[in-house]
């Protein structure tokens, strides 16, 4: 069974809710924070997708210790239905889908710097470069990779651009290379 229909249809449902309710600057960050941990503890997501001997309320009790914070009214109401309906096991990917939904209807672009050592600053100058130019709200994800060796690598929707001293490093590798392995 594709259950991409049904993960679209529910986070459409969500994404609905949080307009008419106003509640997105609540659950937007929630639902982000639910899929990281979910990511990063298999045994939640196991727990809350496929243990049908675990009830709603312990559910509910499990996903706000994963938060960290009480639960929005709006997102407790959504798990609620996804559970009395019979689709946790979609629960994962409905979330997923609600987040792609709520960018996409509130123009936020979430992008990836790589650095290869901690630039204060350079973060914030590319998101103000970024929104200038895209006319959305970009939030760039920072991490440190030392074996790009310098400069940085910045990801943003399906576009790359990889100012790394590491492929400079490749690049010339390649042309030299090359240009040994031409006839003459």
């Keep these: 069974m594709n259950t991409g229909p049904i993960a679209h249809r ?19 960050p929630q639902a982000c924070v639910l899929v990281h941990r979910m990511q990063e503890i298999p045994q939640l997501e196991g727990v809350v997708h496929k243990h049908p001997e675990v ?5 509910l009790q499990l996903l706000e210790i994963a938060l960290g914070e009480p639960m929005s009214d709006a997102l407790k109401r959504f798990v609620t239905l996804v559970y009395e309906n019979g689709r946790m096991e979609h629960l994962l990917r409905m979330i997923y889908s609600f987040i792609e939904q ?83």
Excluded: H, W
């Design 10 to 28: 529910y986070a459409k449902a969500l994404l609905k809710l949080v307009q008419e309710t106003a509640a997105g600057d609540i659950v937007y």
């Design 102 to 184: 709520y960018r996409a209807a509130n123009s936020i672009k979430v992008g990836r710097l790589v650095t290869a050592s901690p630039a204060p600053g350079l973060k914030d100058a590319l998101q103000r470069i970024l929104q200038d130019k895209t006319g959305a709200t970009v939030i760039l994800e920072e991490s440190v990779d030392e074996t790009i060796i310098g400069g940085f690598i910045l990801q943003l929707d399906d576009q790359r651009m990889d100012a790394s001293v590491e492929t400079q490093f490749r690049r010339l590798r390649s042309e030299l290379i090359d240009n040994n392995n031409r006839i003459v």
């Design 55 to 59: 009830d709603l309320s312990r559910k």
